[in-house]
């Protein structure tokens, strides 16, 4: 695991003044200290304070990124993969009766057009079925995005599809039901007609078996991924209860010539290739990724901000790393109070440490052009998401607000700005008045 890298130091001379100092009389004596602006490669392995079934994709210059909202289908995207919180968002479909608890959406681009499958509930039944979102337009941020069944799935349960290519043909895997009861979820394969419909012949992949796999119930596997490399198909999935903090990730893998309808052509690894450890609870529901010059494979998962802290989760990142074969090895999951190198190609940040500050007085950022400022904050007083708390950030005047959920570590409260200033001028301070989280620190992502 990557995690210790150079960090280099920049001192510089700031000042700071006090709100009532910069309330008073403009002869007033300034307060002055110096403050160190250290410049890093490593941060918290956590992208996002708040979000379950991360799914990002690089397509030409961006980042693209959704997860699970429940009330609609949103994108962001990021010329960067550890900025895309703060990412520019566009929502892509927000239904106004015909469907509830939208799930676990994923963006594909098949055949010269846009498709997002995501999972969802027509008002008064108690099944999900599988959706597709389809849009001609070569932009994802652009054109009319049109929703529809995805043709062929039988009527039980379904949720998380996703897509797996190969020269043989298209296939579609997604969790779902034997009958018509929650029991038991498997992980299904179907081949695909078109990117809108599979043929109706849906194949048993995996079903809960070992005992890491049946935690909580009902029993589940869930949220298939697929990653080949070499000449293996890595098919990771969920496993376990994902309100349990034993959630954890299996894996399955094929010949990448093998006929993947065949179960006989999947093996099962008989242990998680991810799972809990002290300091991190309930690791799941992941996507891959590659870093911006894409030499490194990157894993986003999901995991607990707190034990047994259920589906209050956040979002984190990683490395894949590969056998002779191809096959994925073992991930092990990094503490949110660690530090984790930067994707490579990504720039250095600047670093306020927190000795440097002060809730409500003035900091002096002595960059210029666009940025992603990252406040790392701890909100612990009340470890339920009924307590979200509020960050008021100033920027030369502007002002941003963001909430802030609770959580165990600190963790990023993102914001795209400005700074359009030799020295530009920044302010955090609390949206209640309360000094109700701790700051640890300030990054600086600058993105030119």
């Not at 069944?149 to 969790?175: H, N, Q």
């Not at 081949?191 to 599979?198: A, T």
């Not at 490579?344 to 400022?373: F, M, W």
Request: hydrophobic letters at 35%; charged letters at 25%; aromatic letters at 10%.
């Amino acid at each position: 695991m990557r995690n210790v890298s150079k960090r280099l130091r920049l001192i510089i001379s700031i000042t700071l003044m006090s709100a009532s100092v910069l309330a008073g009389a403009g002869c007033a004596e300034k307060e002055t200290m110096e403050q160190t602006m250290e410049e890093t490669d490593v941060i918290s392995p956590v992208i996002d304070q708040e979000g379950a079934d991360p799914y990002v994709i690089r397509h030409g210059d961006w980042y693209y990124y959704m997860k699970t909202t429940g009330s609609n289908i949103t994108l962001q995207r990021s010329e960067s993969l550890t900025g895309i919180s703060a990412g520019e968002s566009r929502v892509l479909y927000e239904p106004s009766s015909e469907l509830s608890d939208l799930w676990a959406p994923e963006l594909f681009y098949l055949d010269d057009a846009w498709y997002v499958y995501f999972a969802a509930r027509i008002p008064g039944e108690k099944m999900h079925f599988m959706y597709v979102l389809m849009n001609e337009s070569g932009n994802p941020f652009e054109g009319e995005w049109i929703c529809q069944p995805v043709k062929g799935m039988d009527d039980k349960f379904a949720i998380d599809g996703t897509v797996l290519e190969l020269p043989a043909g298209r296939y579609f895997i997604w969790s779902g039901w034997e009958g018509y009861e929650n029991v038991r979820q498997d992980i299904y394969l179907a081949e695909m007609v078109s990117p809108v419909e599979v043929k109706e012949e849906k194949i048993l992949l995996s079903k809960p078996e070992y005992d890491w796999e049946m935690s909580g119930e009902p029993l589940v596997n869930e949220g298939p991924e697929v990653l080949i490399h070499k000449d293996t198909i890595n098919l990771v999935y969920s496993a376990s209860g994902s309100w349990t903090d034993d959630y954890c990730l299996g894996i399955l893998t094929a010949s990448a010539d093998a006929d993947v309808k065949s179960p006989d052509a999947w093996t099962k690894k008989q242990t998680p290739v991810m799972s809990k450890n002290s300091d991190v609870w309930g690791p799941g529901h992941n996507c891959f990724t590659v870093s911006l010059d894409g030499s490194e494979t990157i894993v986003v998962y999901h995991a607990a901000r707190w034990q047994s802290g259920g589906w209050s989760r956040s979002v984190r990142y990683g490395y894949a790393e590969f056998d002779e074969s191809g096959r994925i090895k073992d991930m092990e999951p990094v503490s949110p109070d660690a530090r984790v190198k930067l994707p490579s190609g990504e720039r250095n940040r600047y670093v306020y440490n927190k000795e440097e500050i002060r809730l409500g007085e003035d900091i002096k950022i002595p960059k210029k052009g666009s940025a992603v400022i990252h406040v790392y904050v701890k909100a612990d007083q009340f470890l339920d998401d009924q307590f979200v708390t509020s960050m008021e950030l100033t920027v030369n005047g502007q002002t941003y607000n963001a909430p802030v959920y609770p959580s165990e570590y600190c963790q990023p409260v993102s914001f795209y700005a400005e700074l359009p200033e030799e020295v530009n001028m920044l302010t955090v301070s609390s949206g209640s008045g309360a000094e109700d989280f701790v700051i640890d620190r300030i990054e600086i992502q600058c993105a030119d």
